[in-house]
């Protein structure tokens, strides 16, 4: 899959941190709205997709909704002795 957008209104702490990060293995990046939720933080789900390969590459906030804001991830390249895995 090559863009996993996920907008789910406050469930993205509790899908992301109950996944098996095999479960994503074939998303090459994904997009994740956050919501402000006590308890969590963006971290959080930041932490849950780099199990999963995936590192954020831009973070935006919105600033007229404090723990508001958009991630997106890319899935990492690895780089062996001049080949890409």
């Excluded at 907008?7 to 990060?21: L, R």
């Excluded at 994904?30 to 831009?58: F, K, M, N």
């Excluded at 508001?68 to 991830?73: A, E, N």
Aim: hydrophobic residues 40%.
């Amino acid at each position: 899959m090559d863009l996993l957008k996920c907008d789910v209104e406050g469930a993205e702490y509790q899908i992301f941190g109950s996944t098996d990060p095999r479960a994503l293995a074939g998303v090459n990046r994904a997009v994740v709205e956050y919501h402000p939720l006590e308890g969590h933080s963006p971290a959080e789900l930041a932490a849950a997709l780099d199990r999963a390969g995936l590192r954020c590459v831009h973070h935006q906030f919105v600033p007229a909704c404090p723990g508001l804001g958009v991630m997106w991830f890319e899935r990492r390249v690895h780089r062996t002795g001049g080949a890409v895995r």
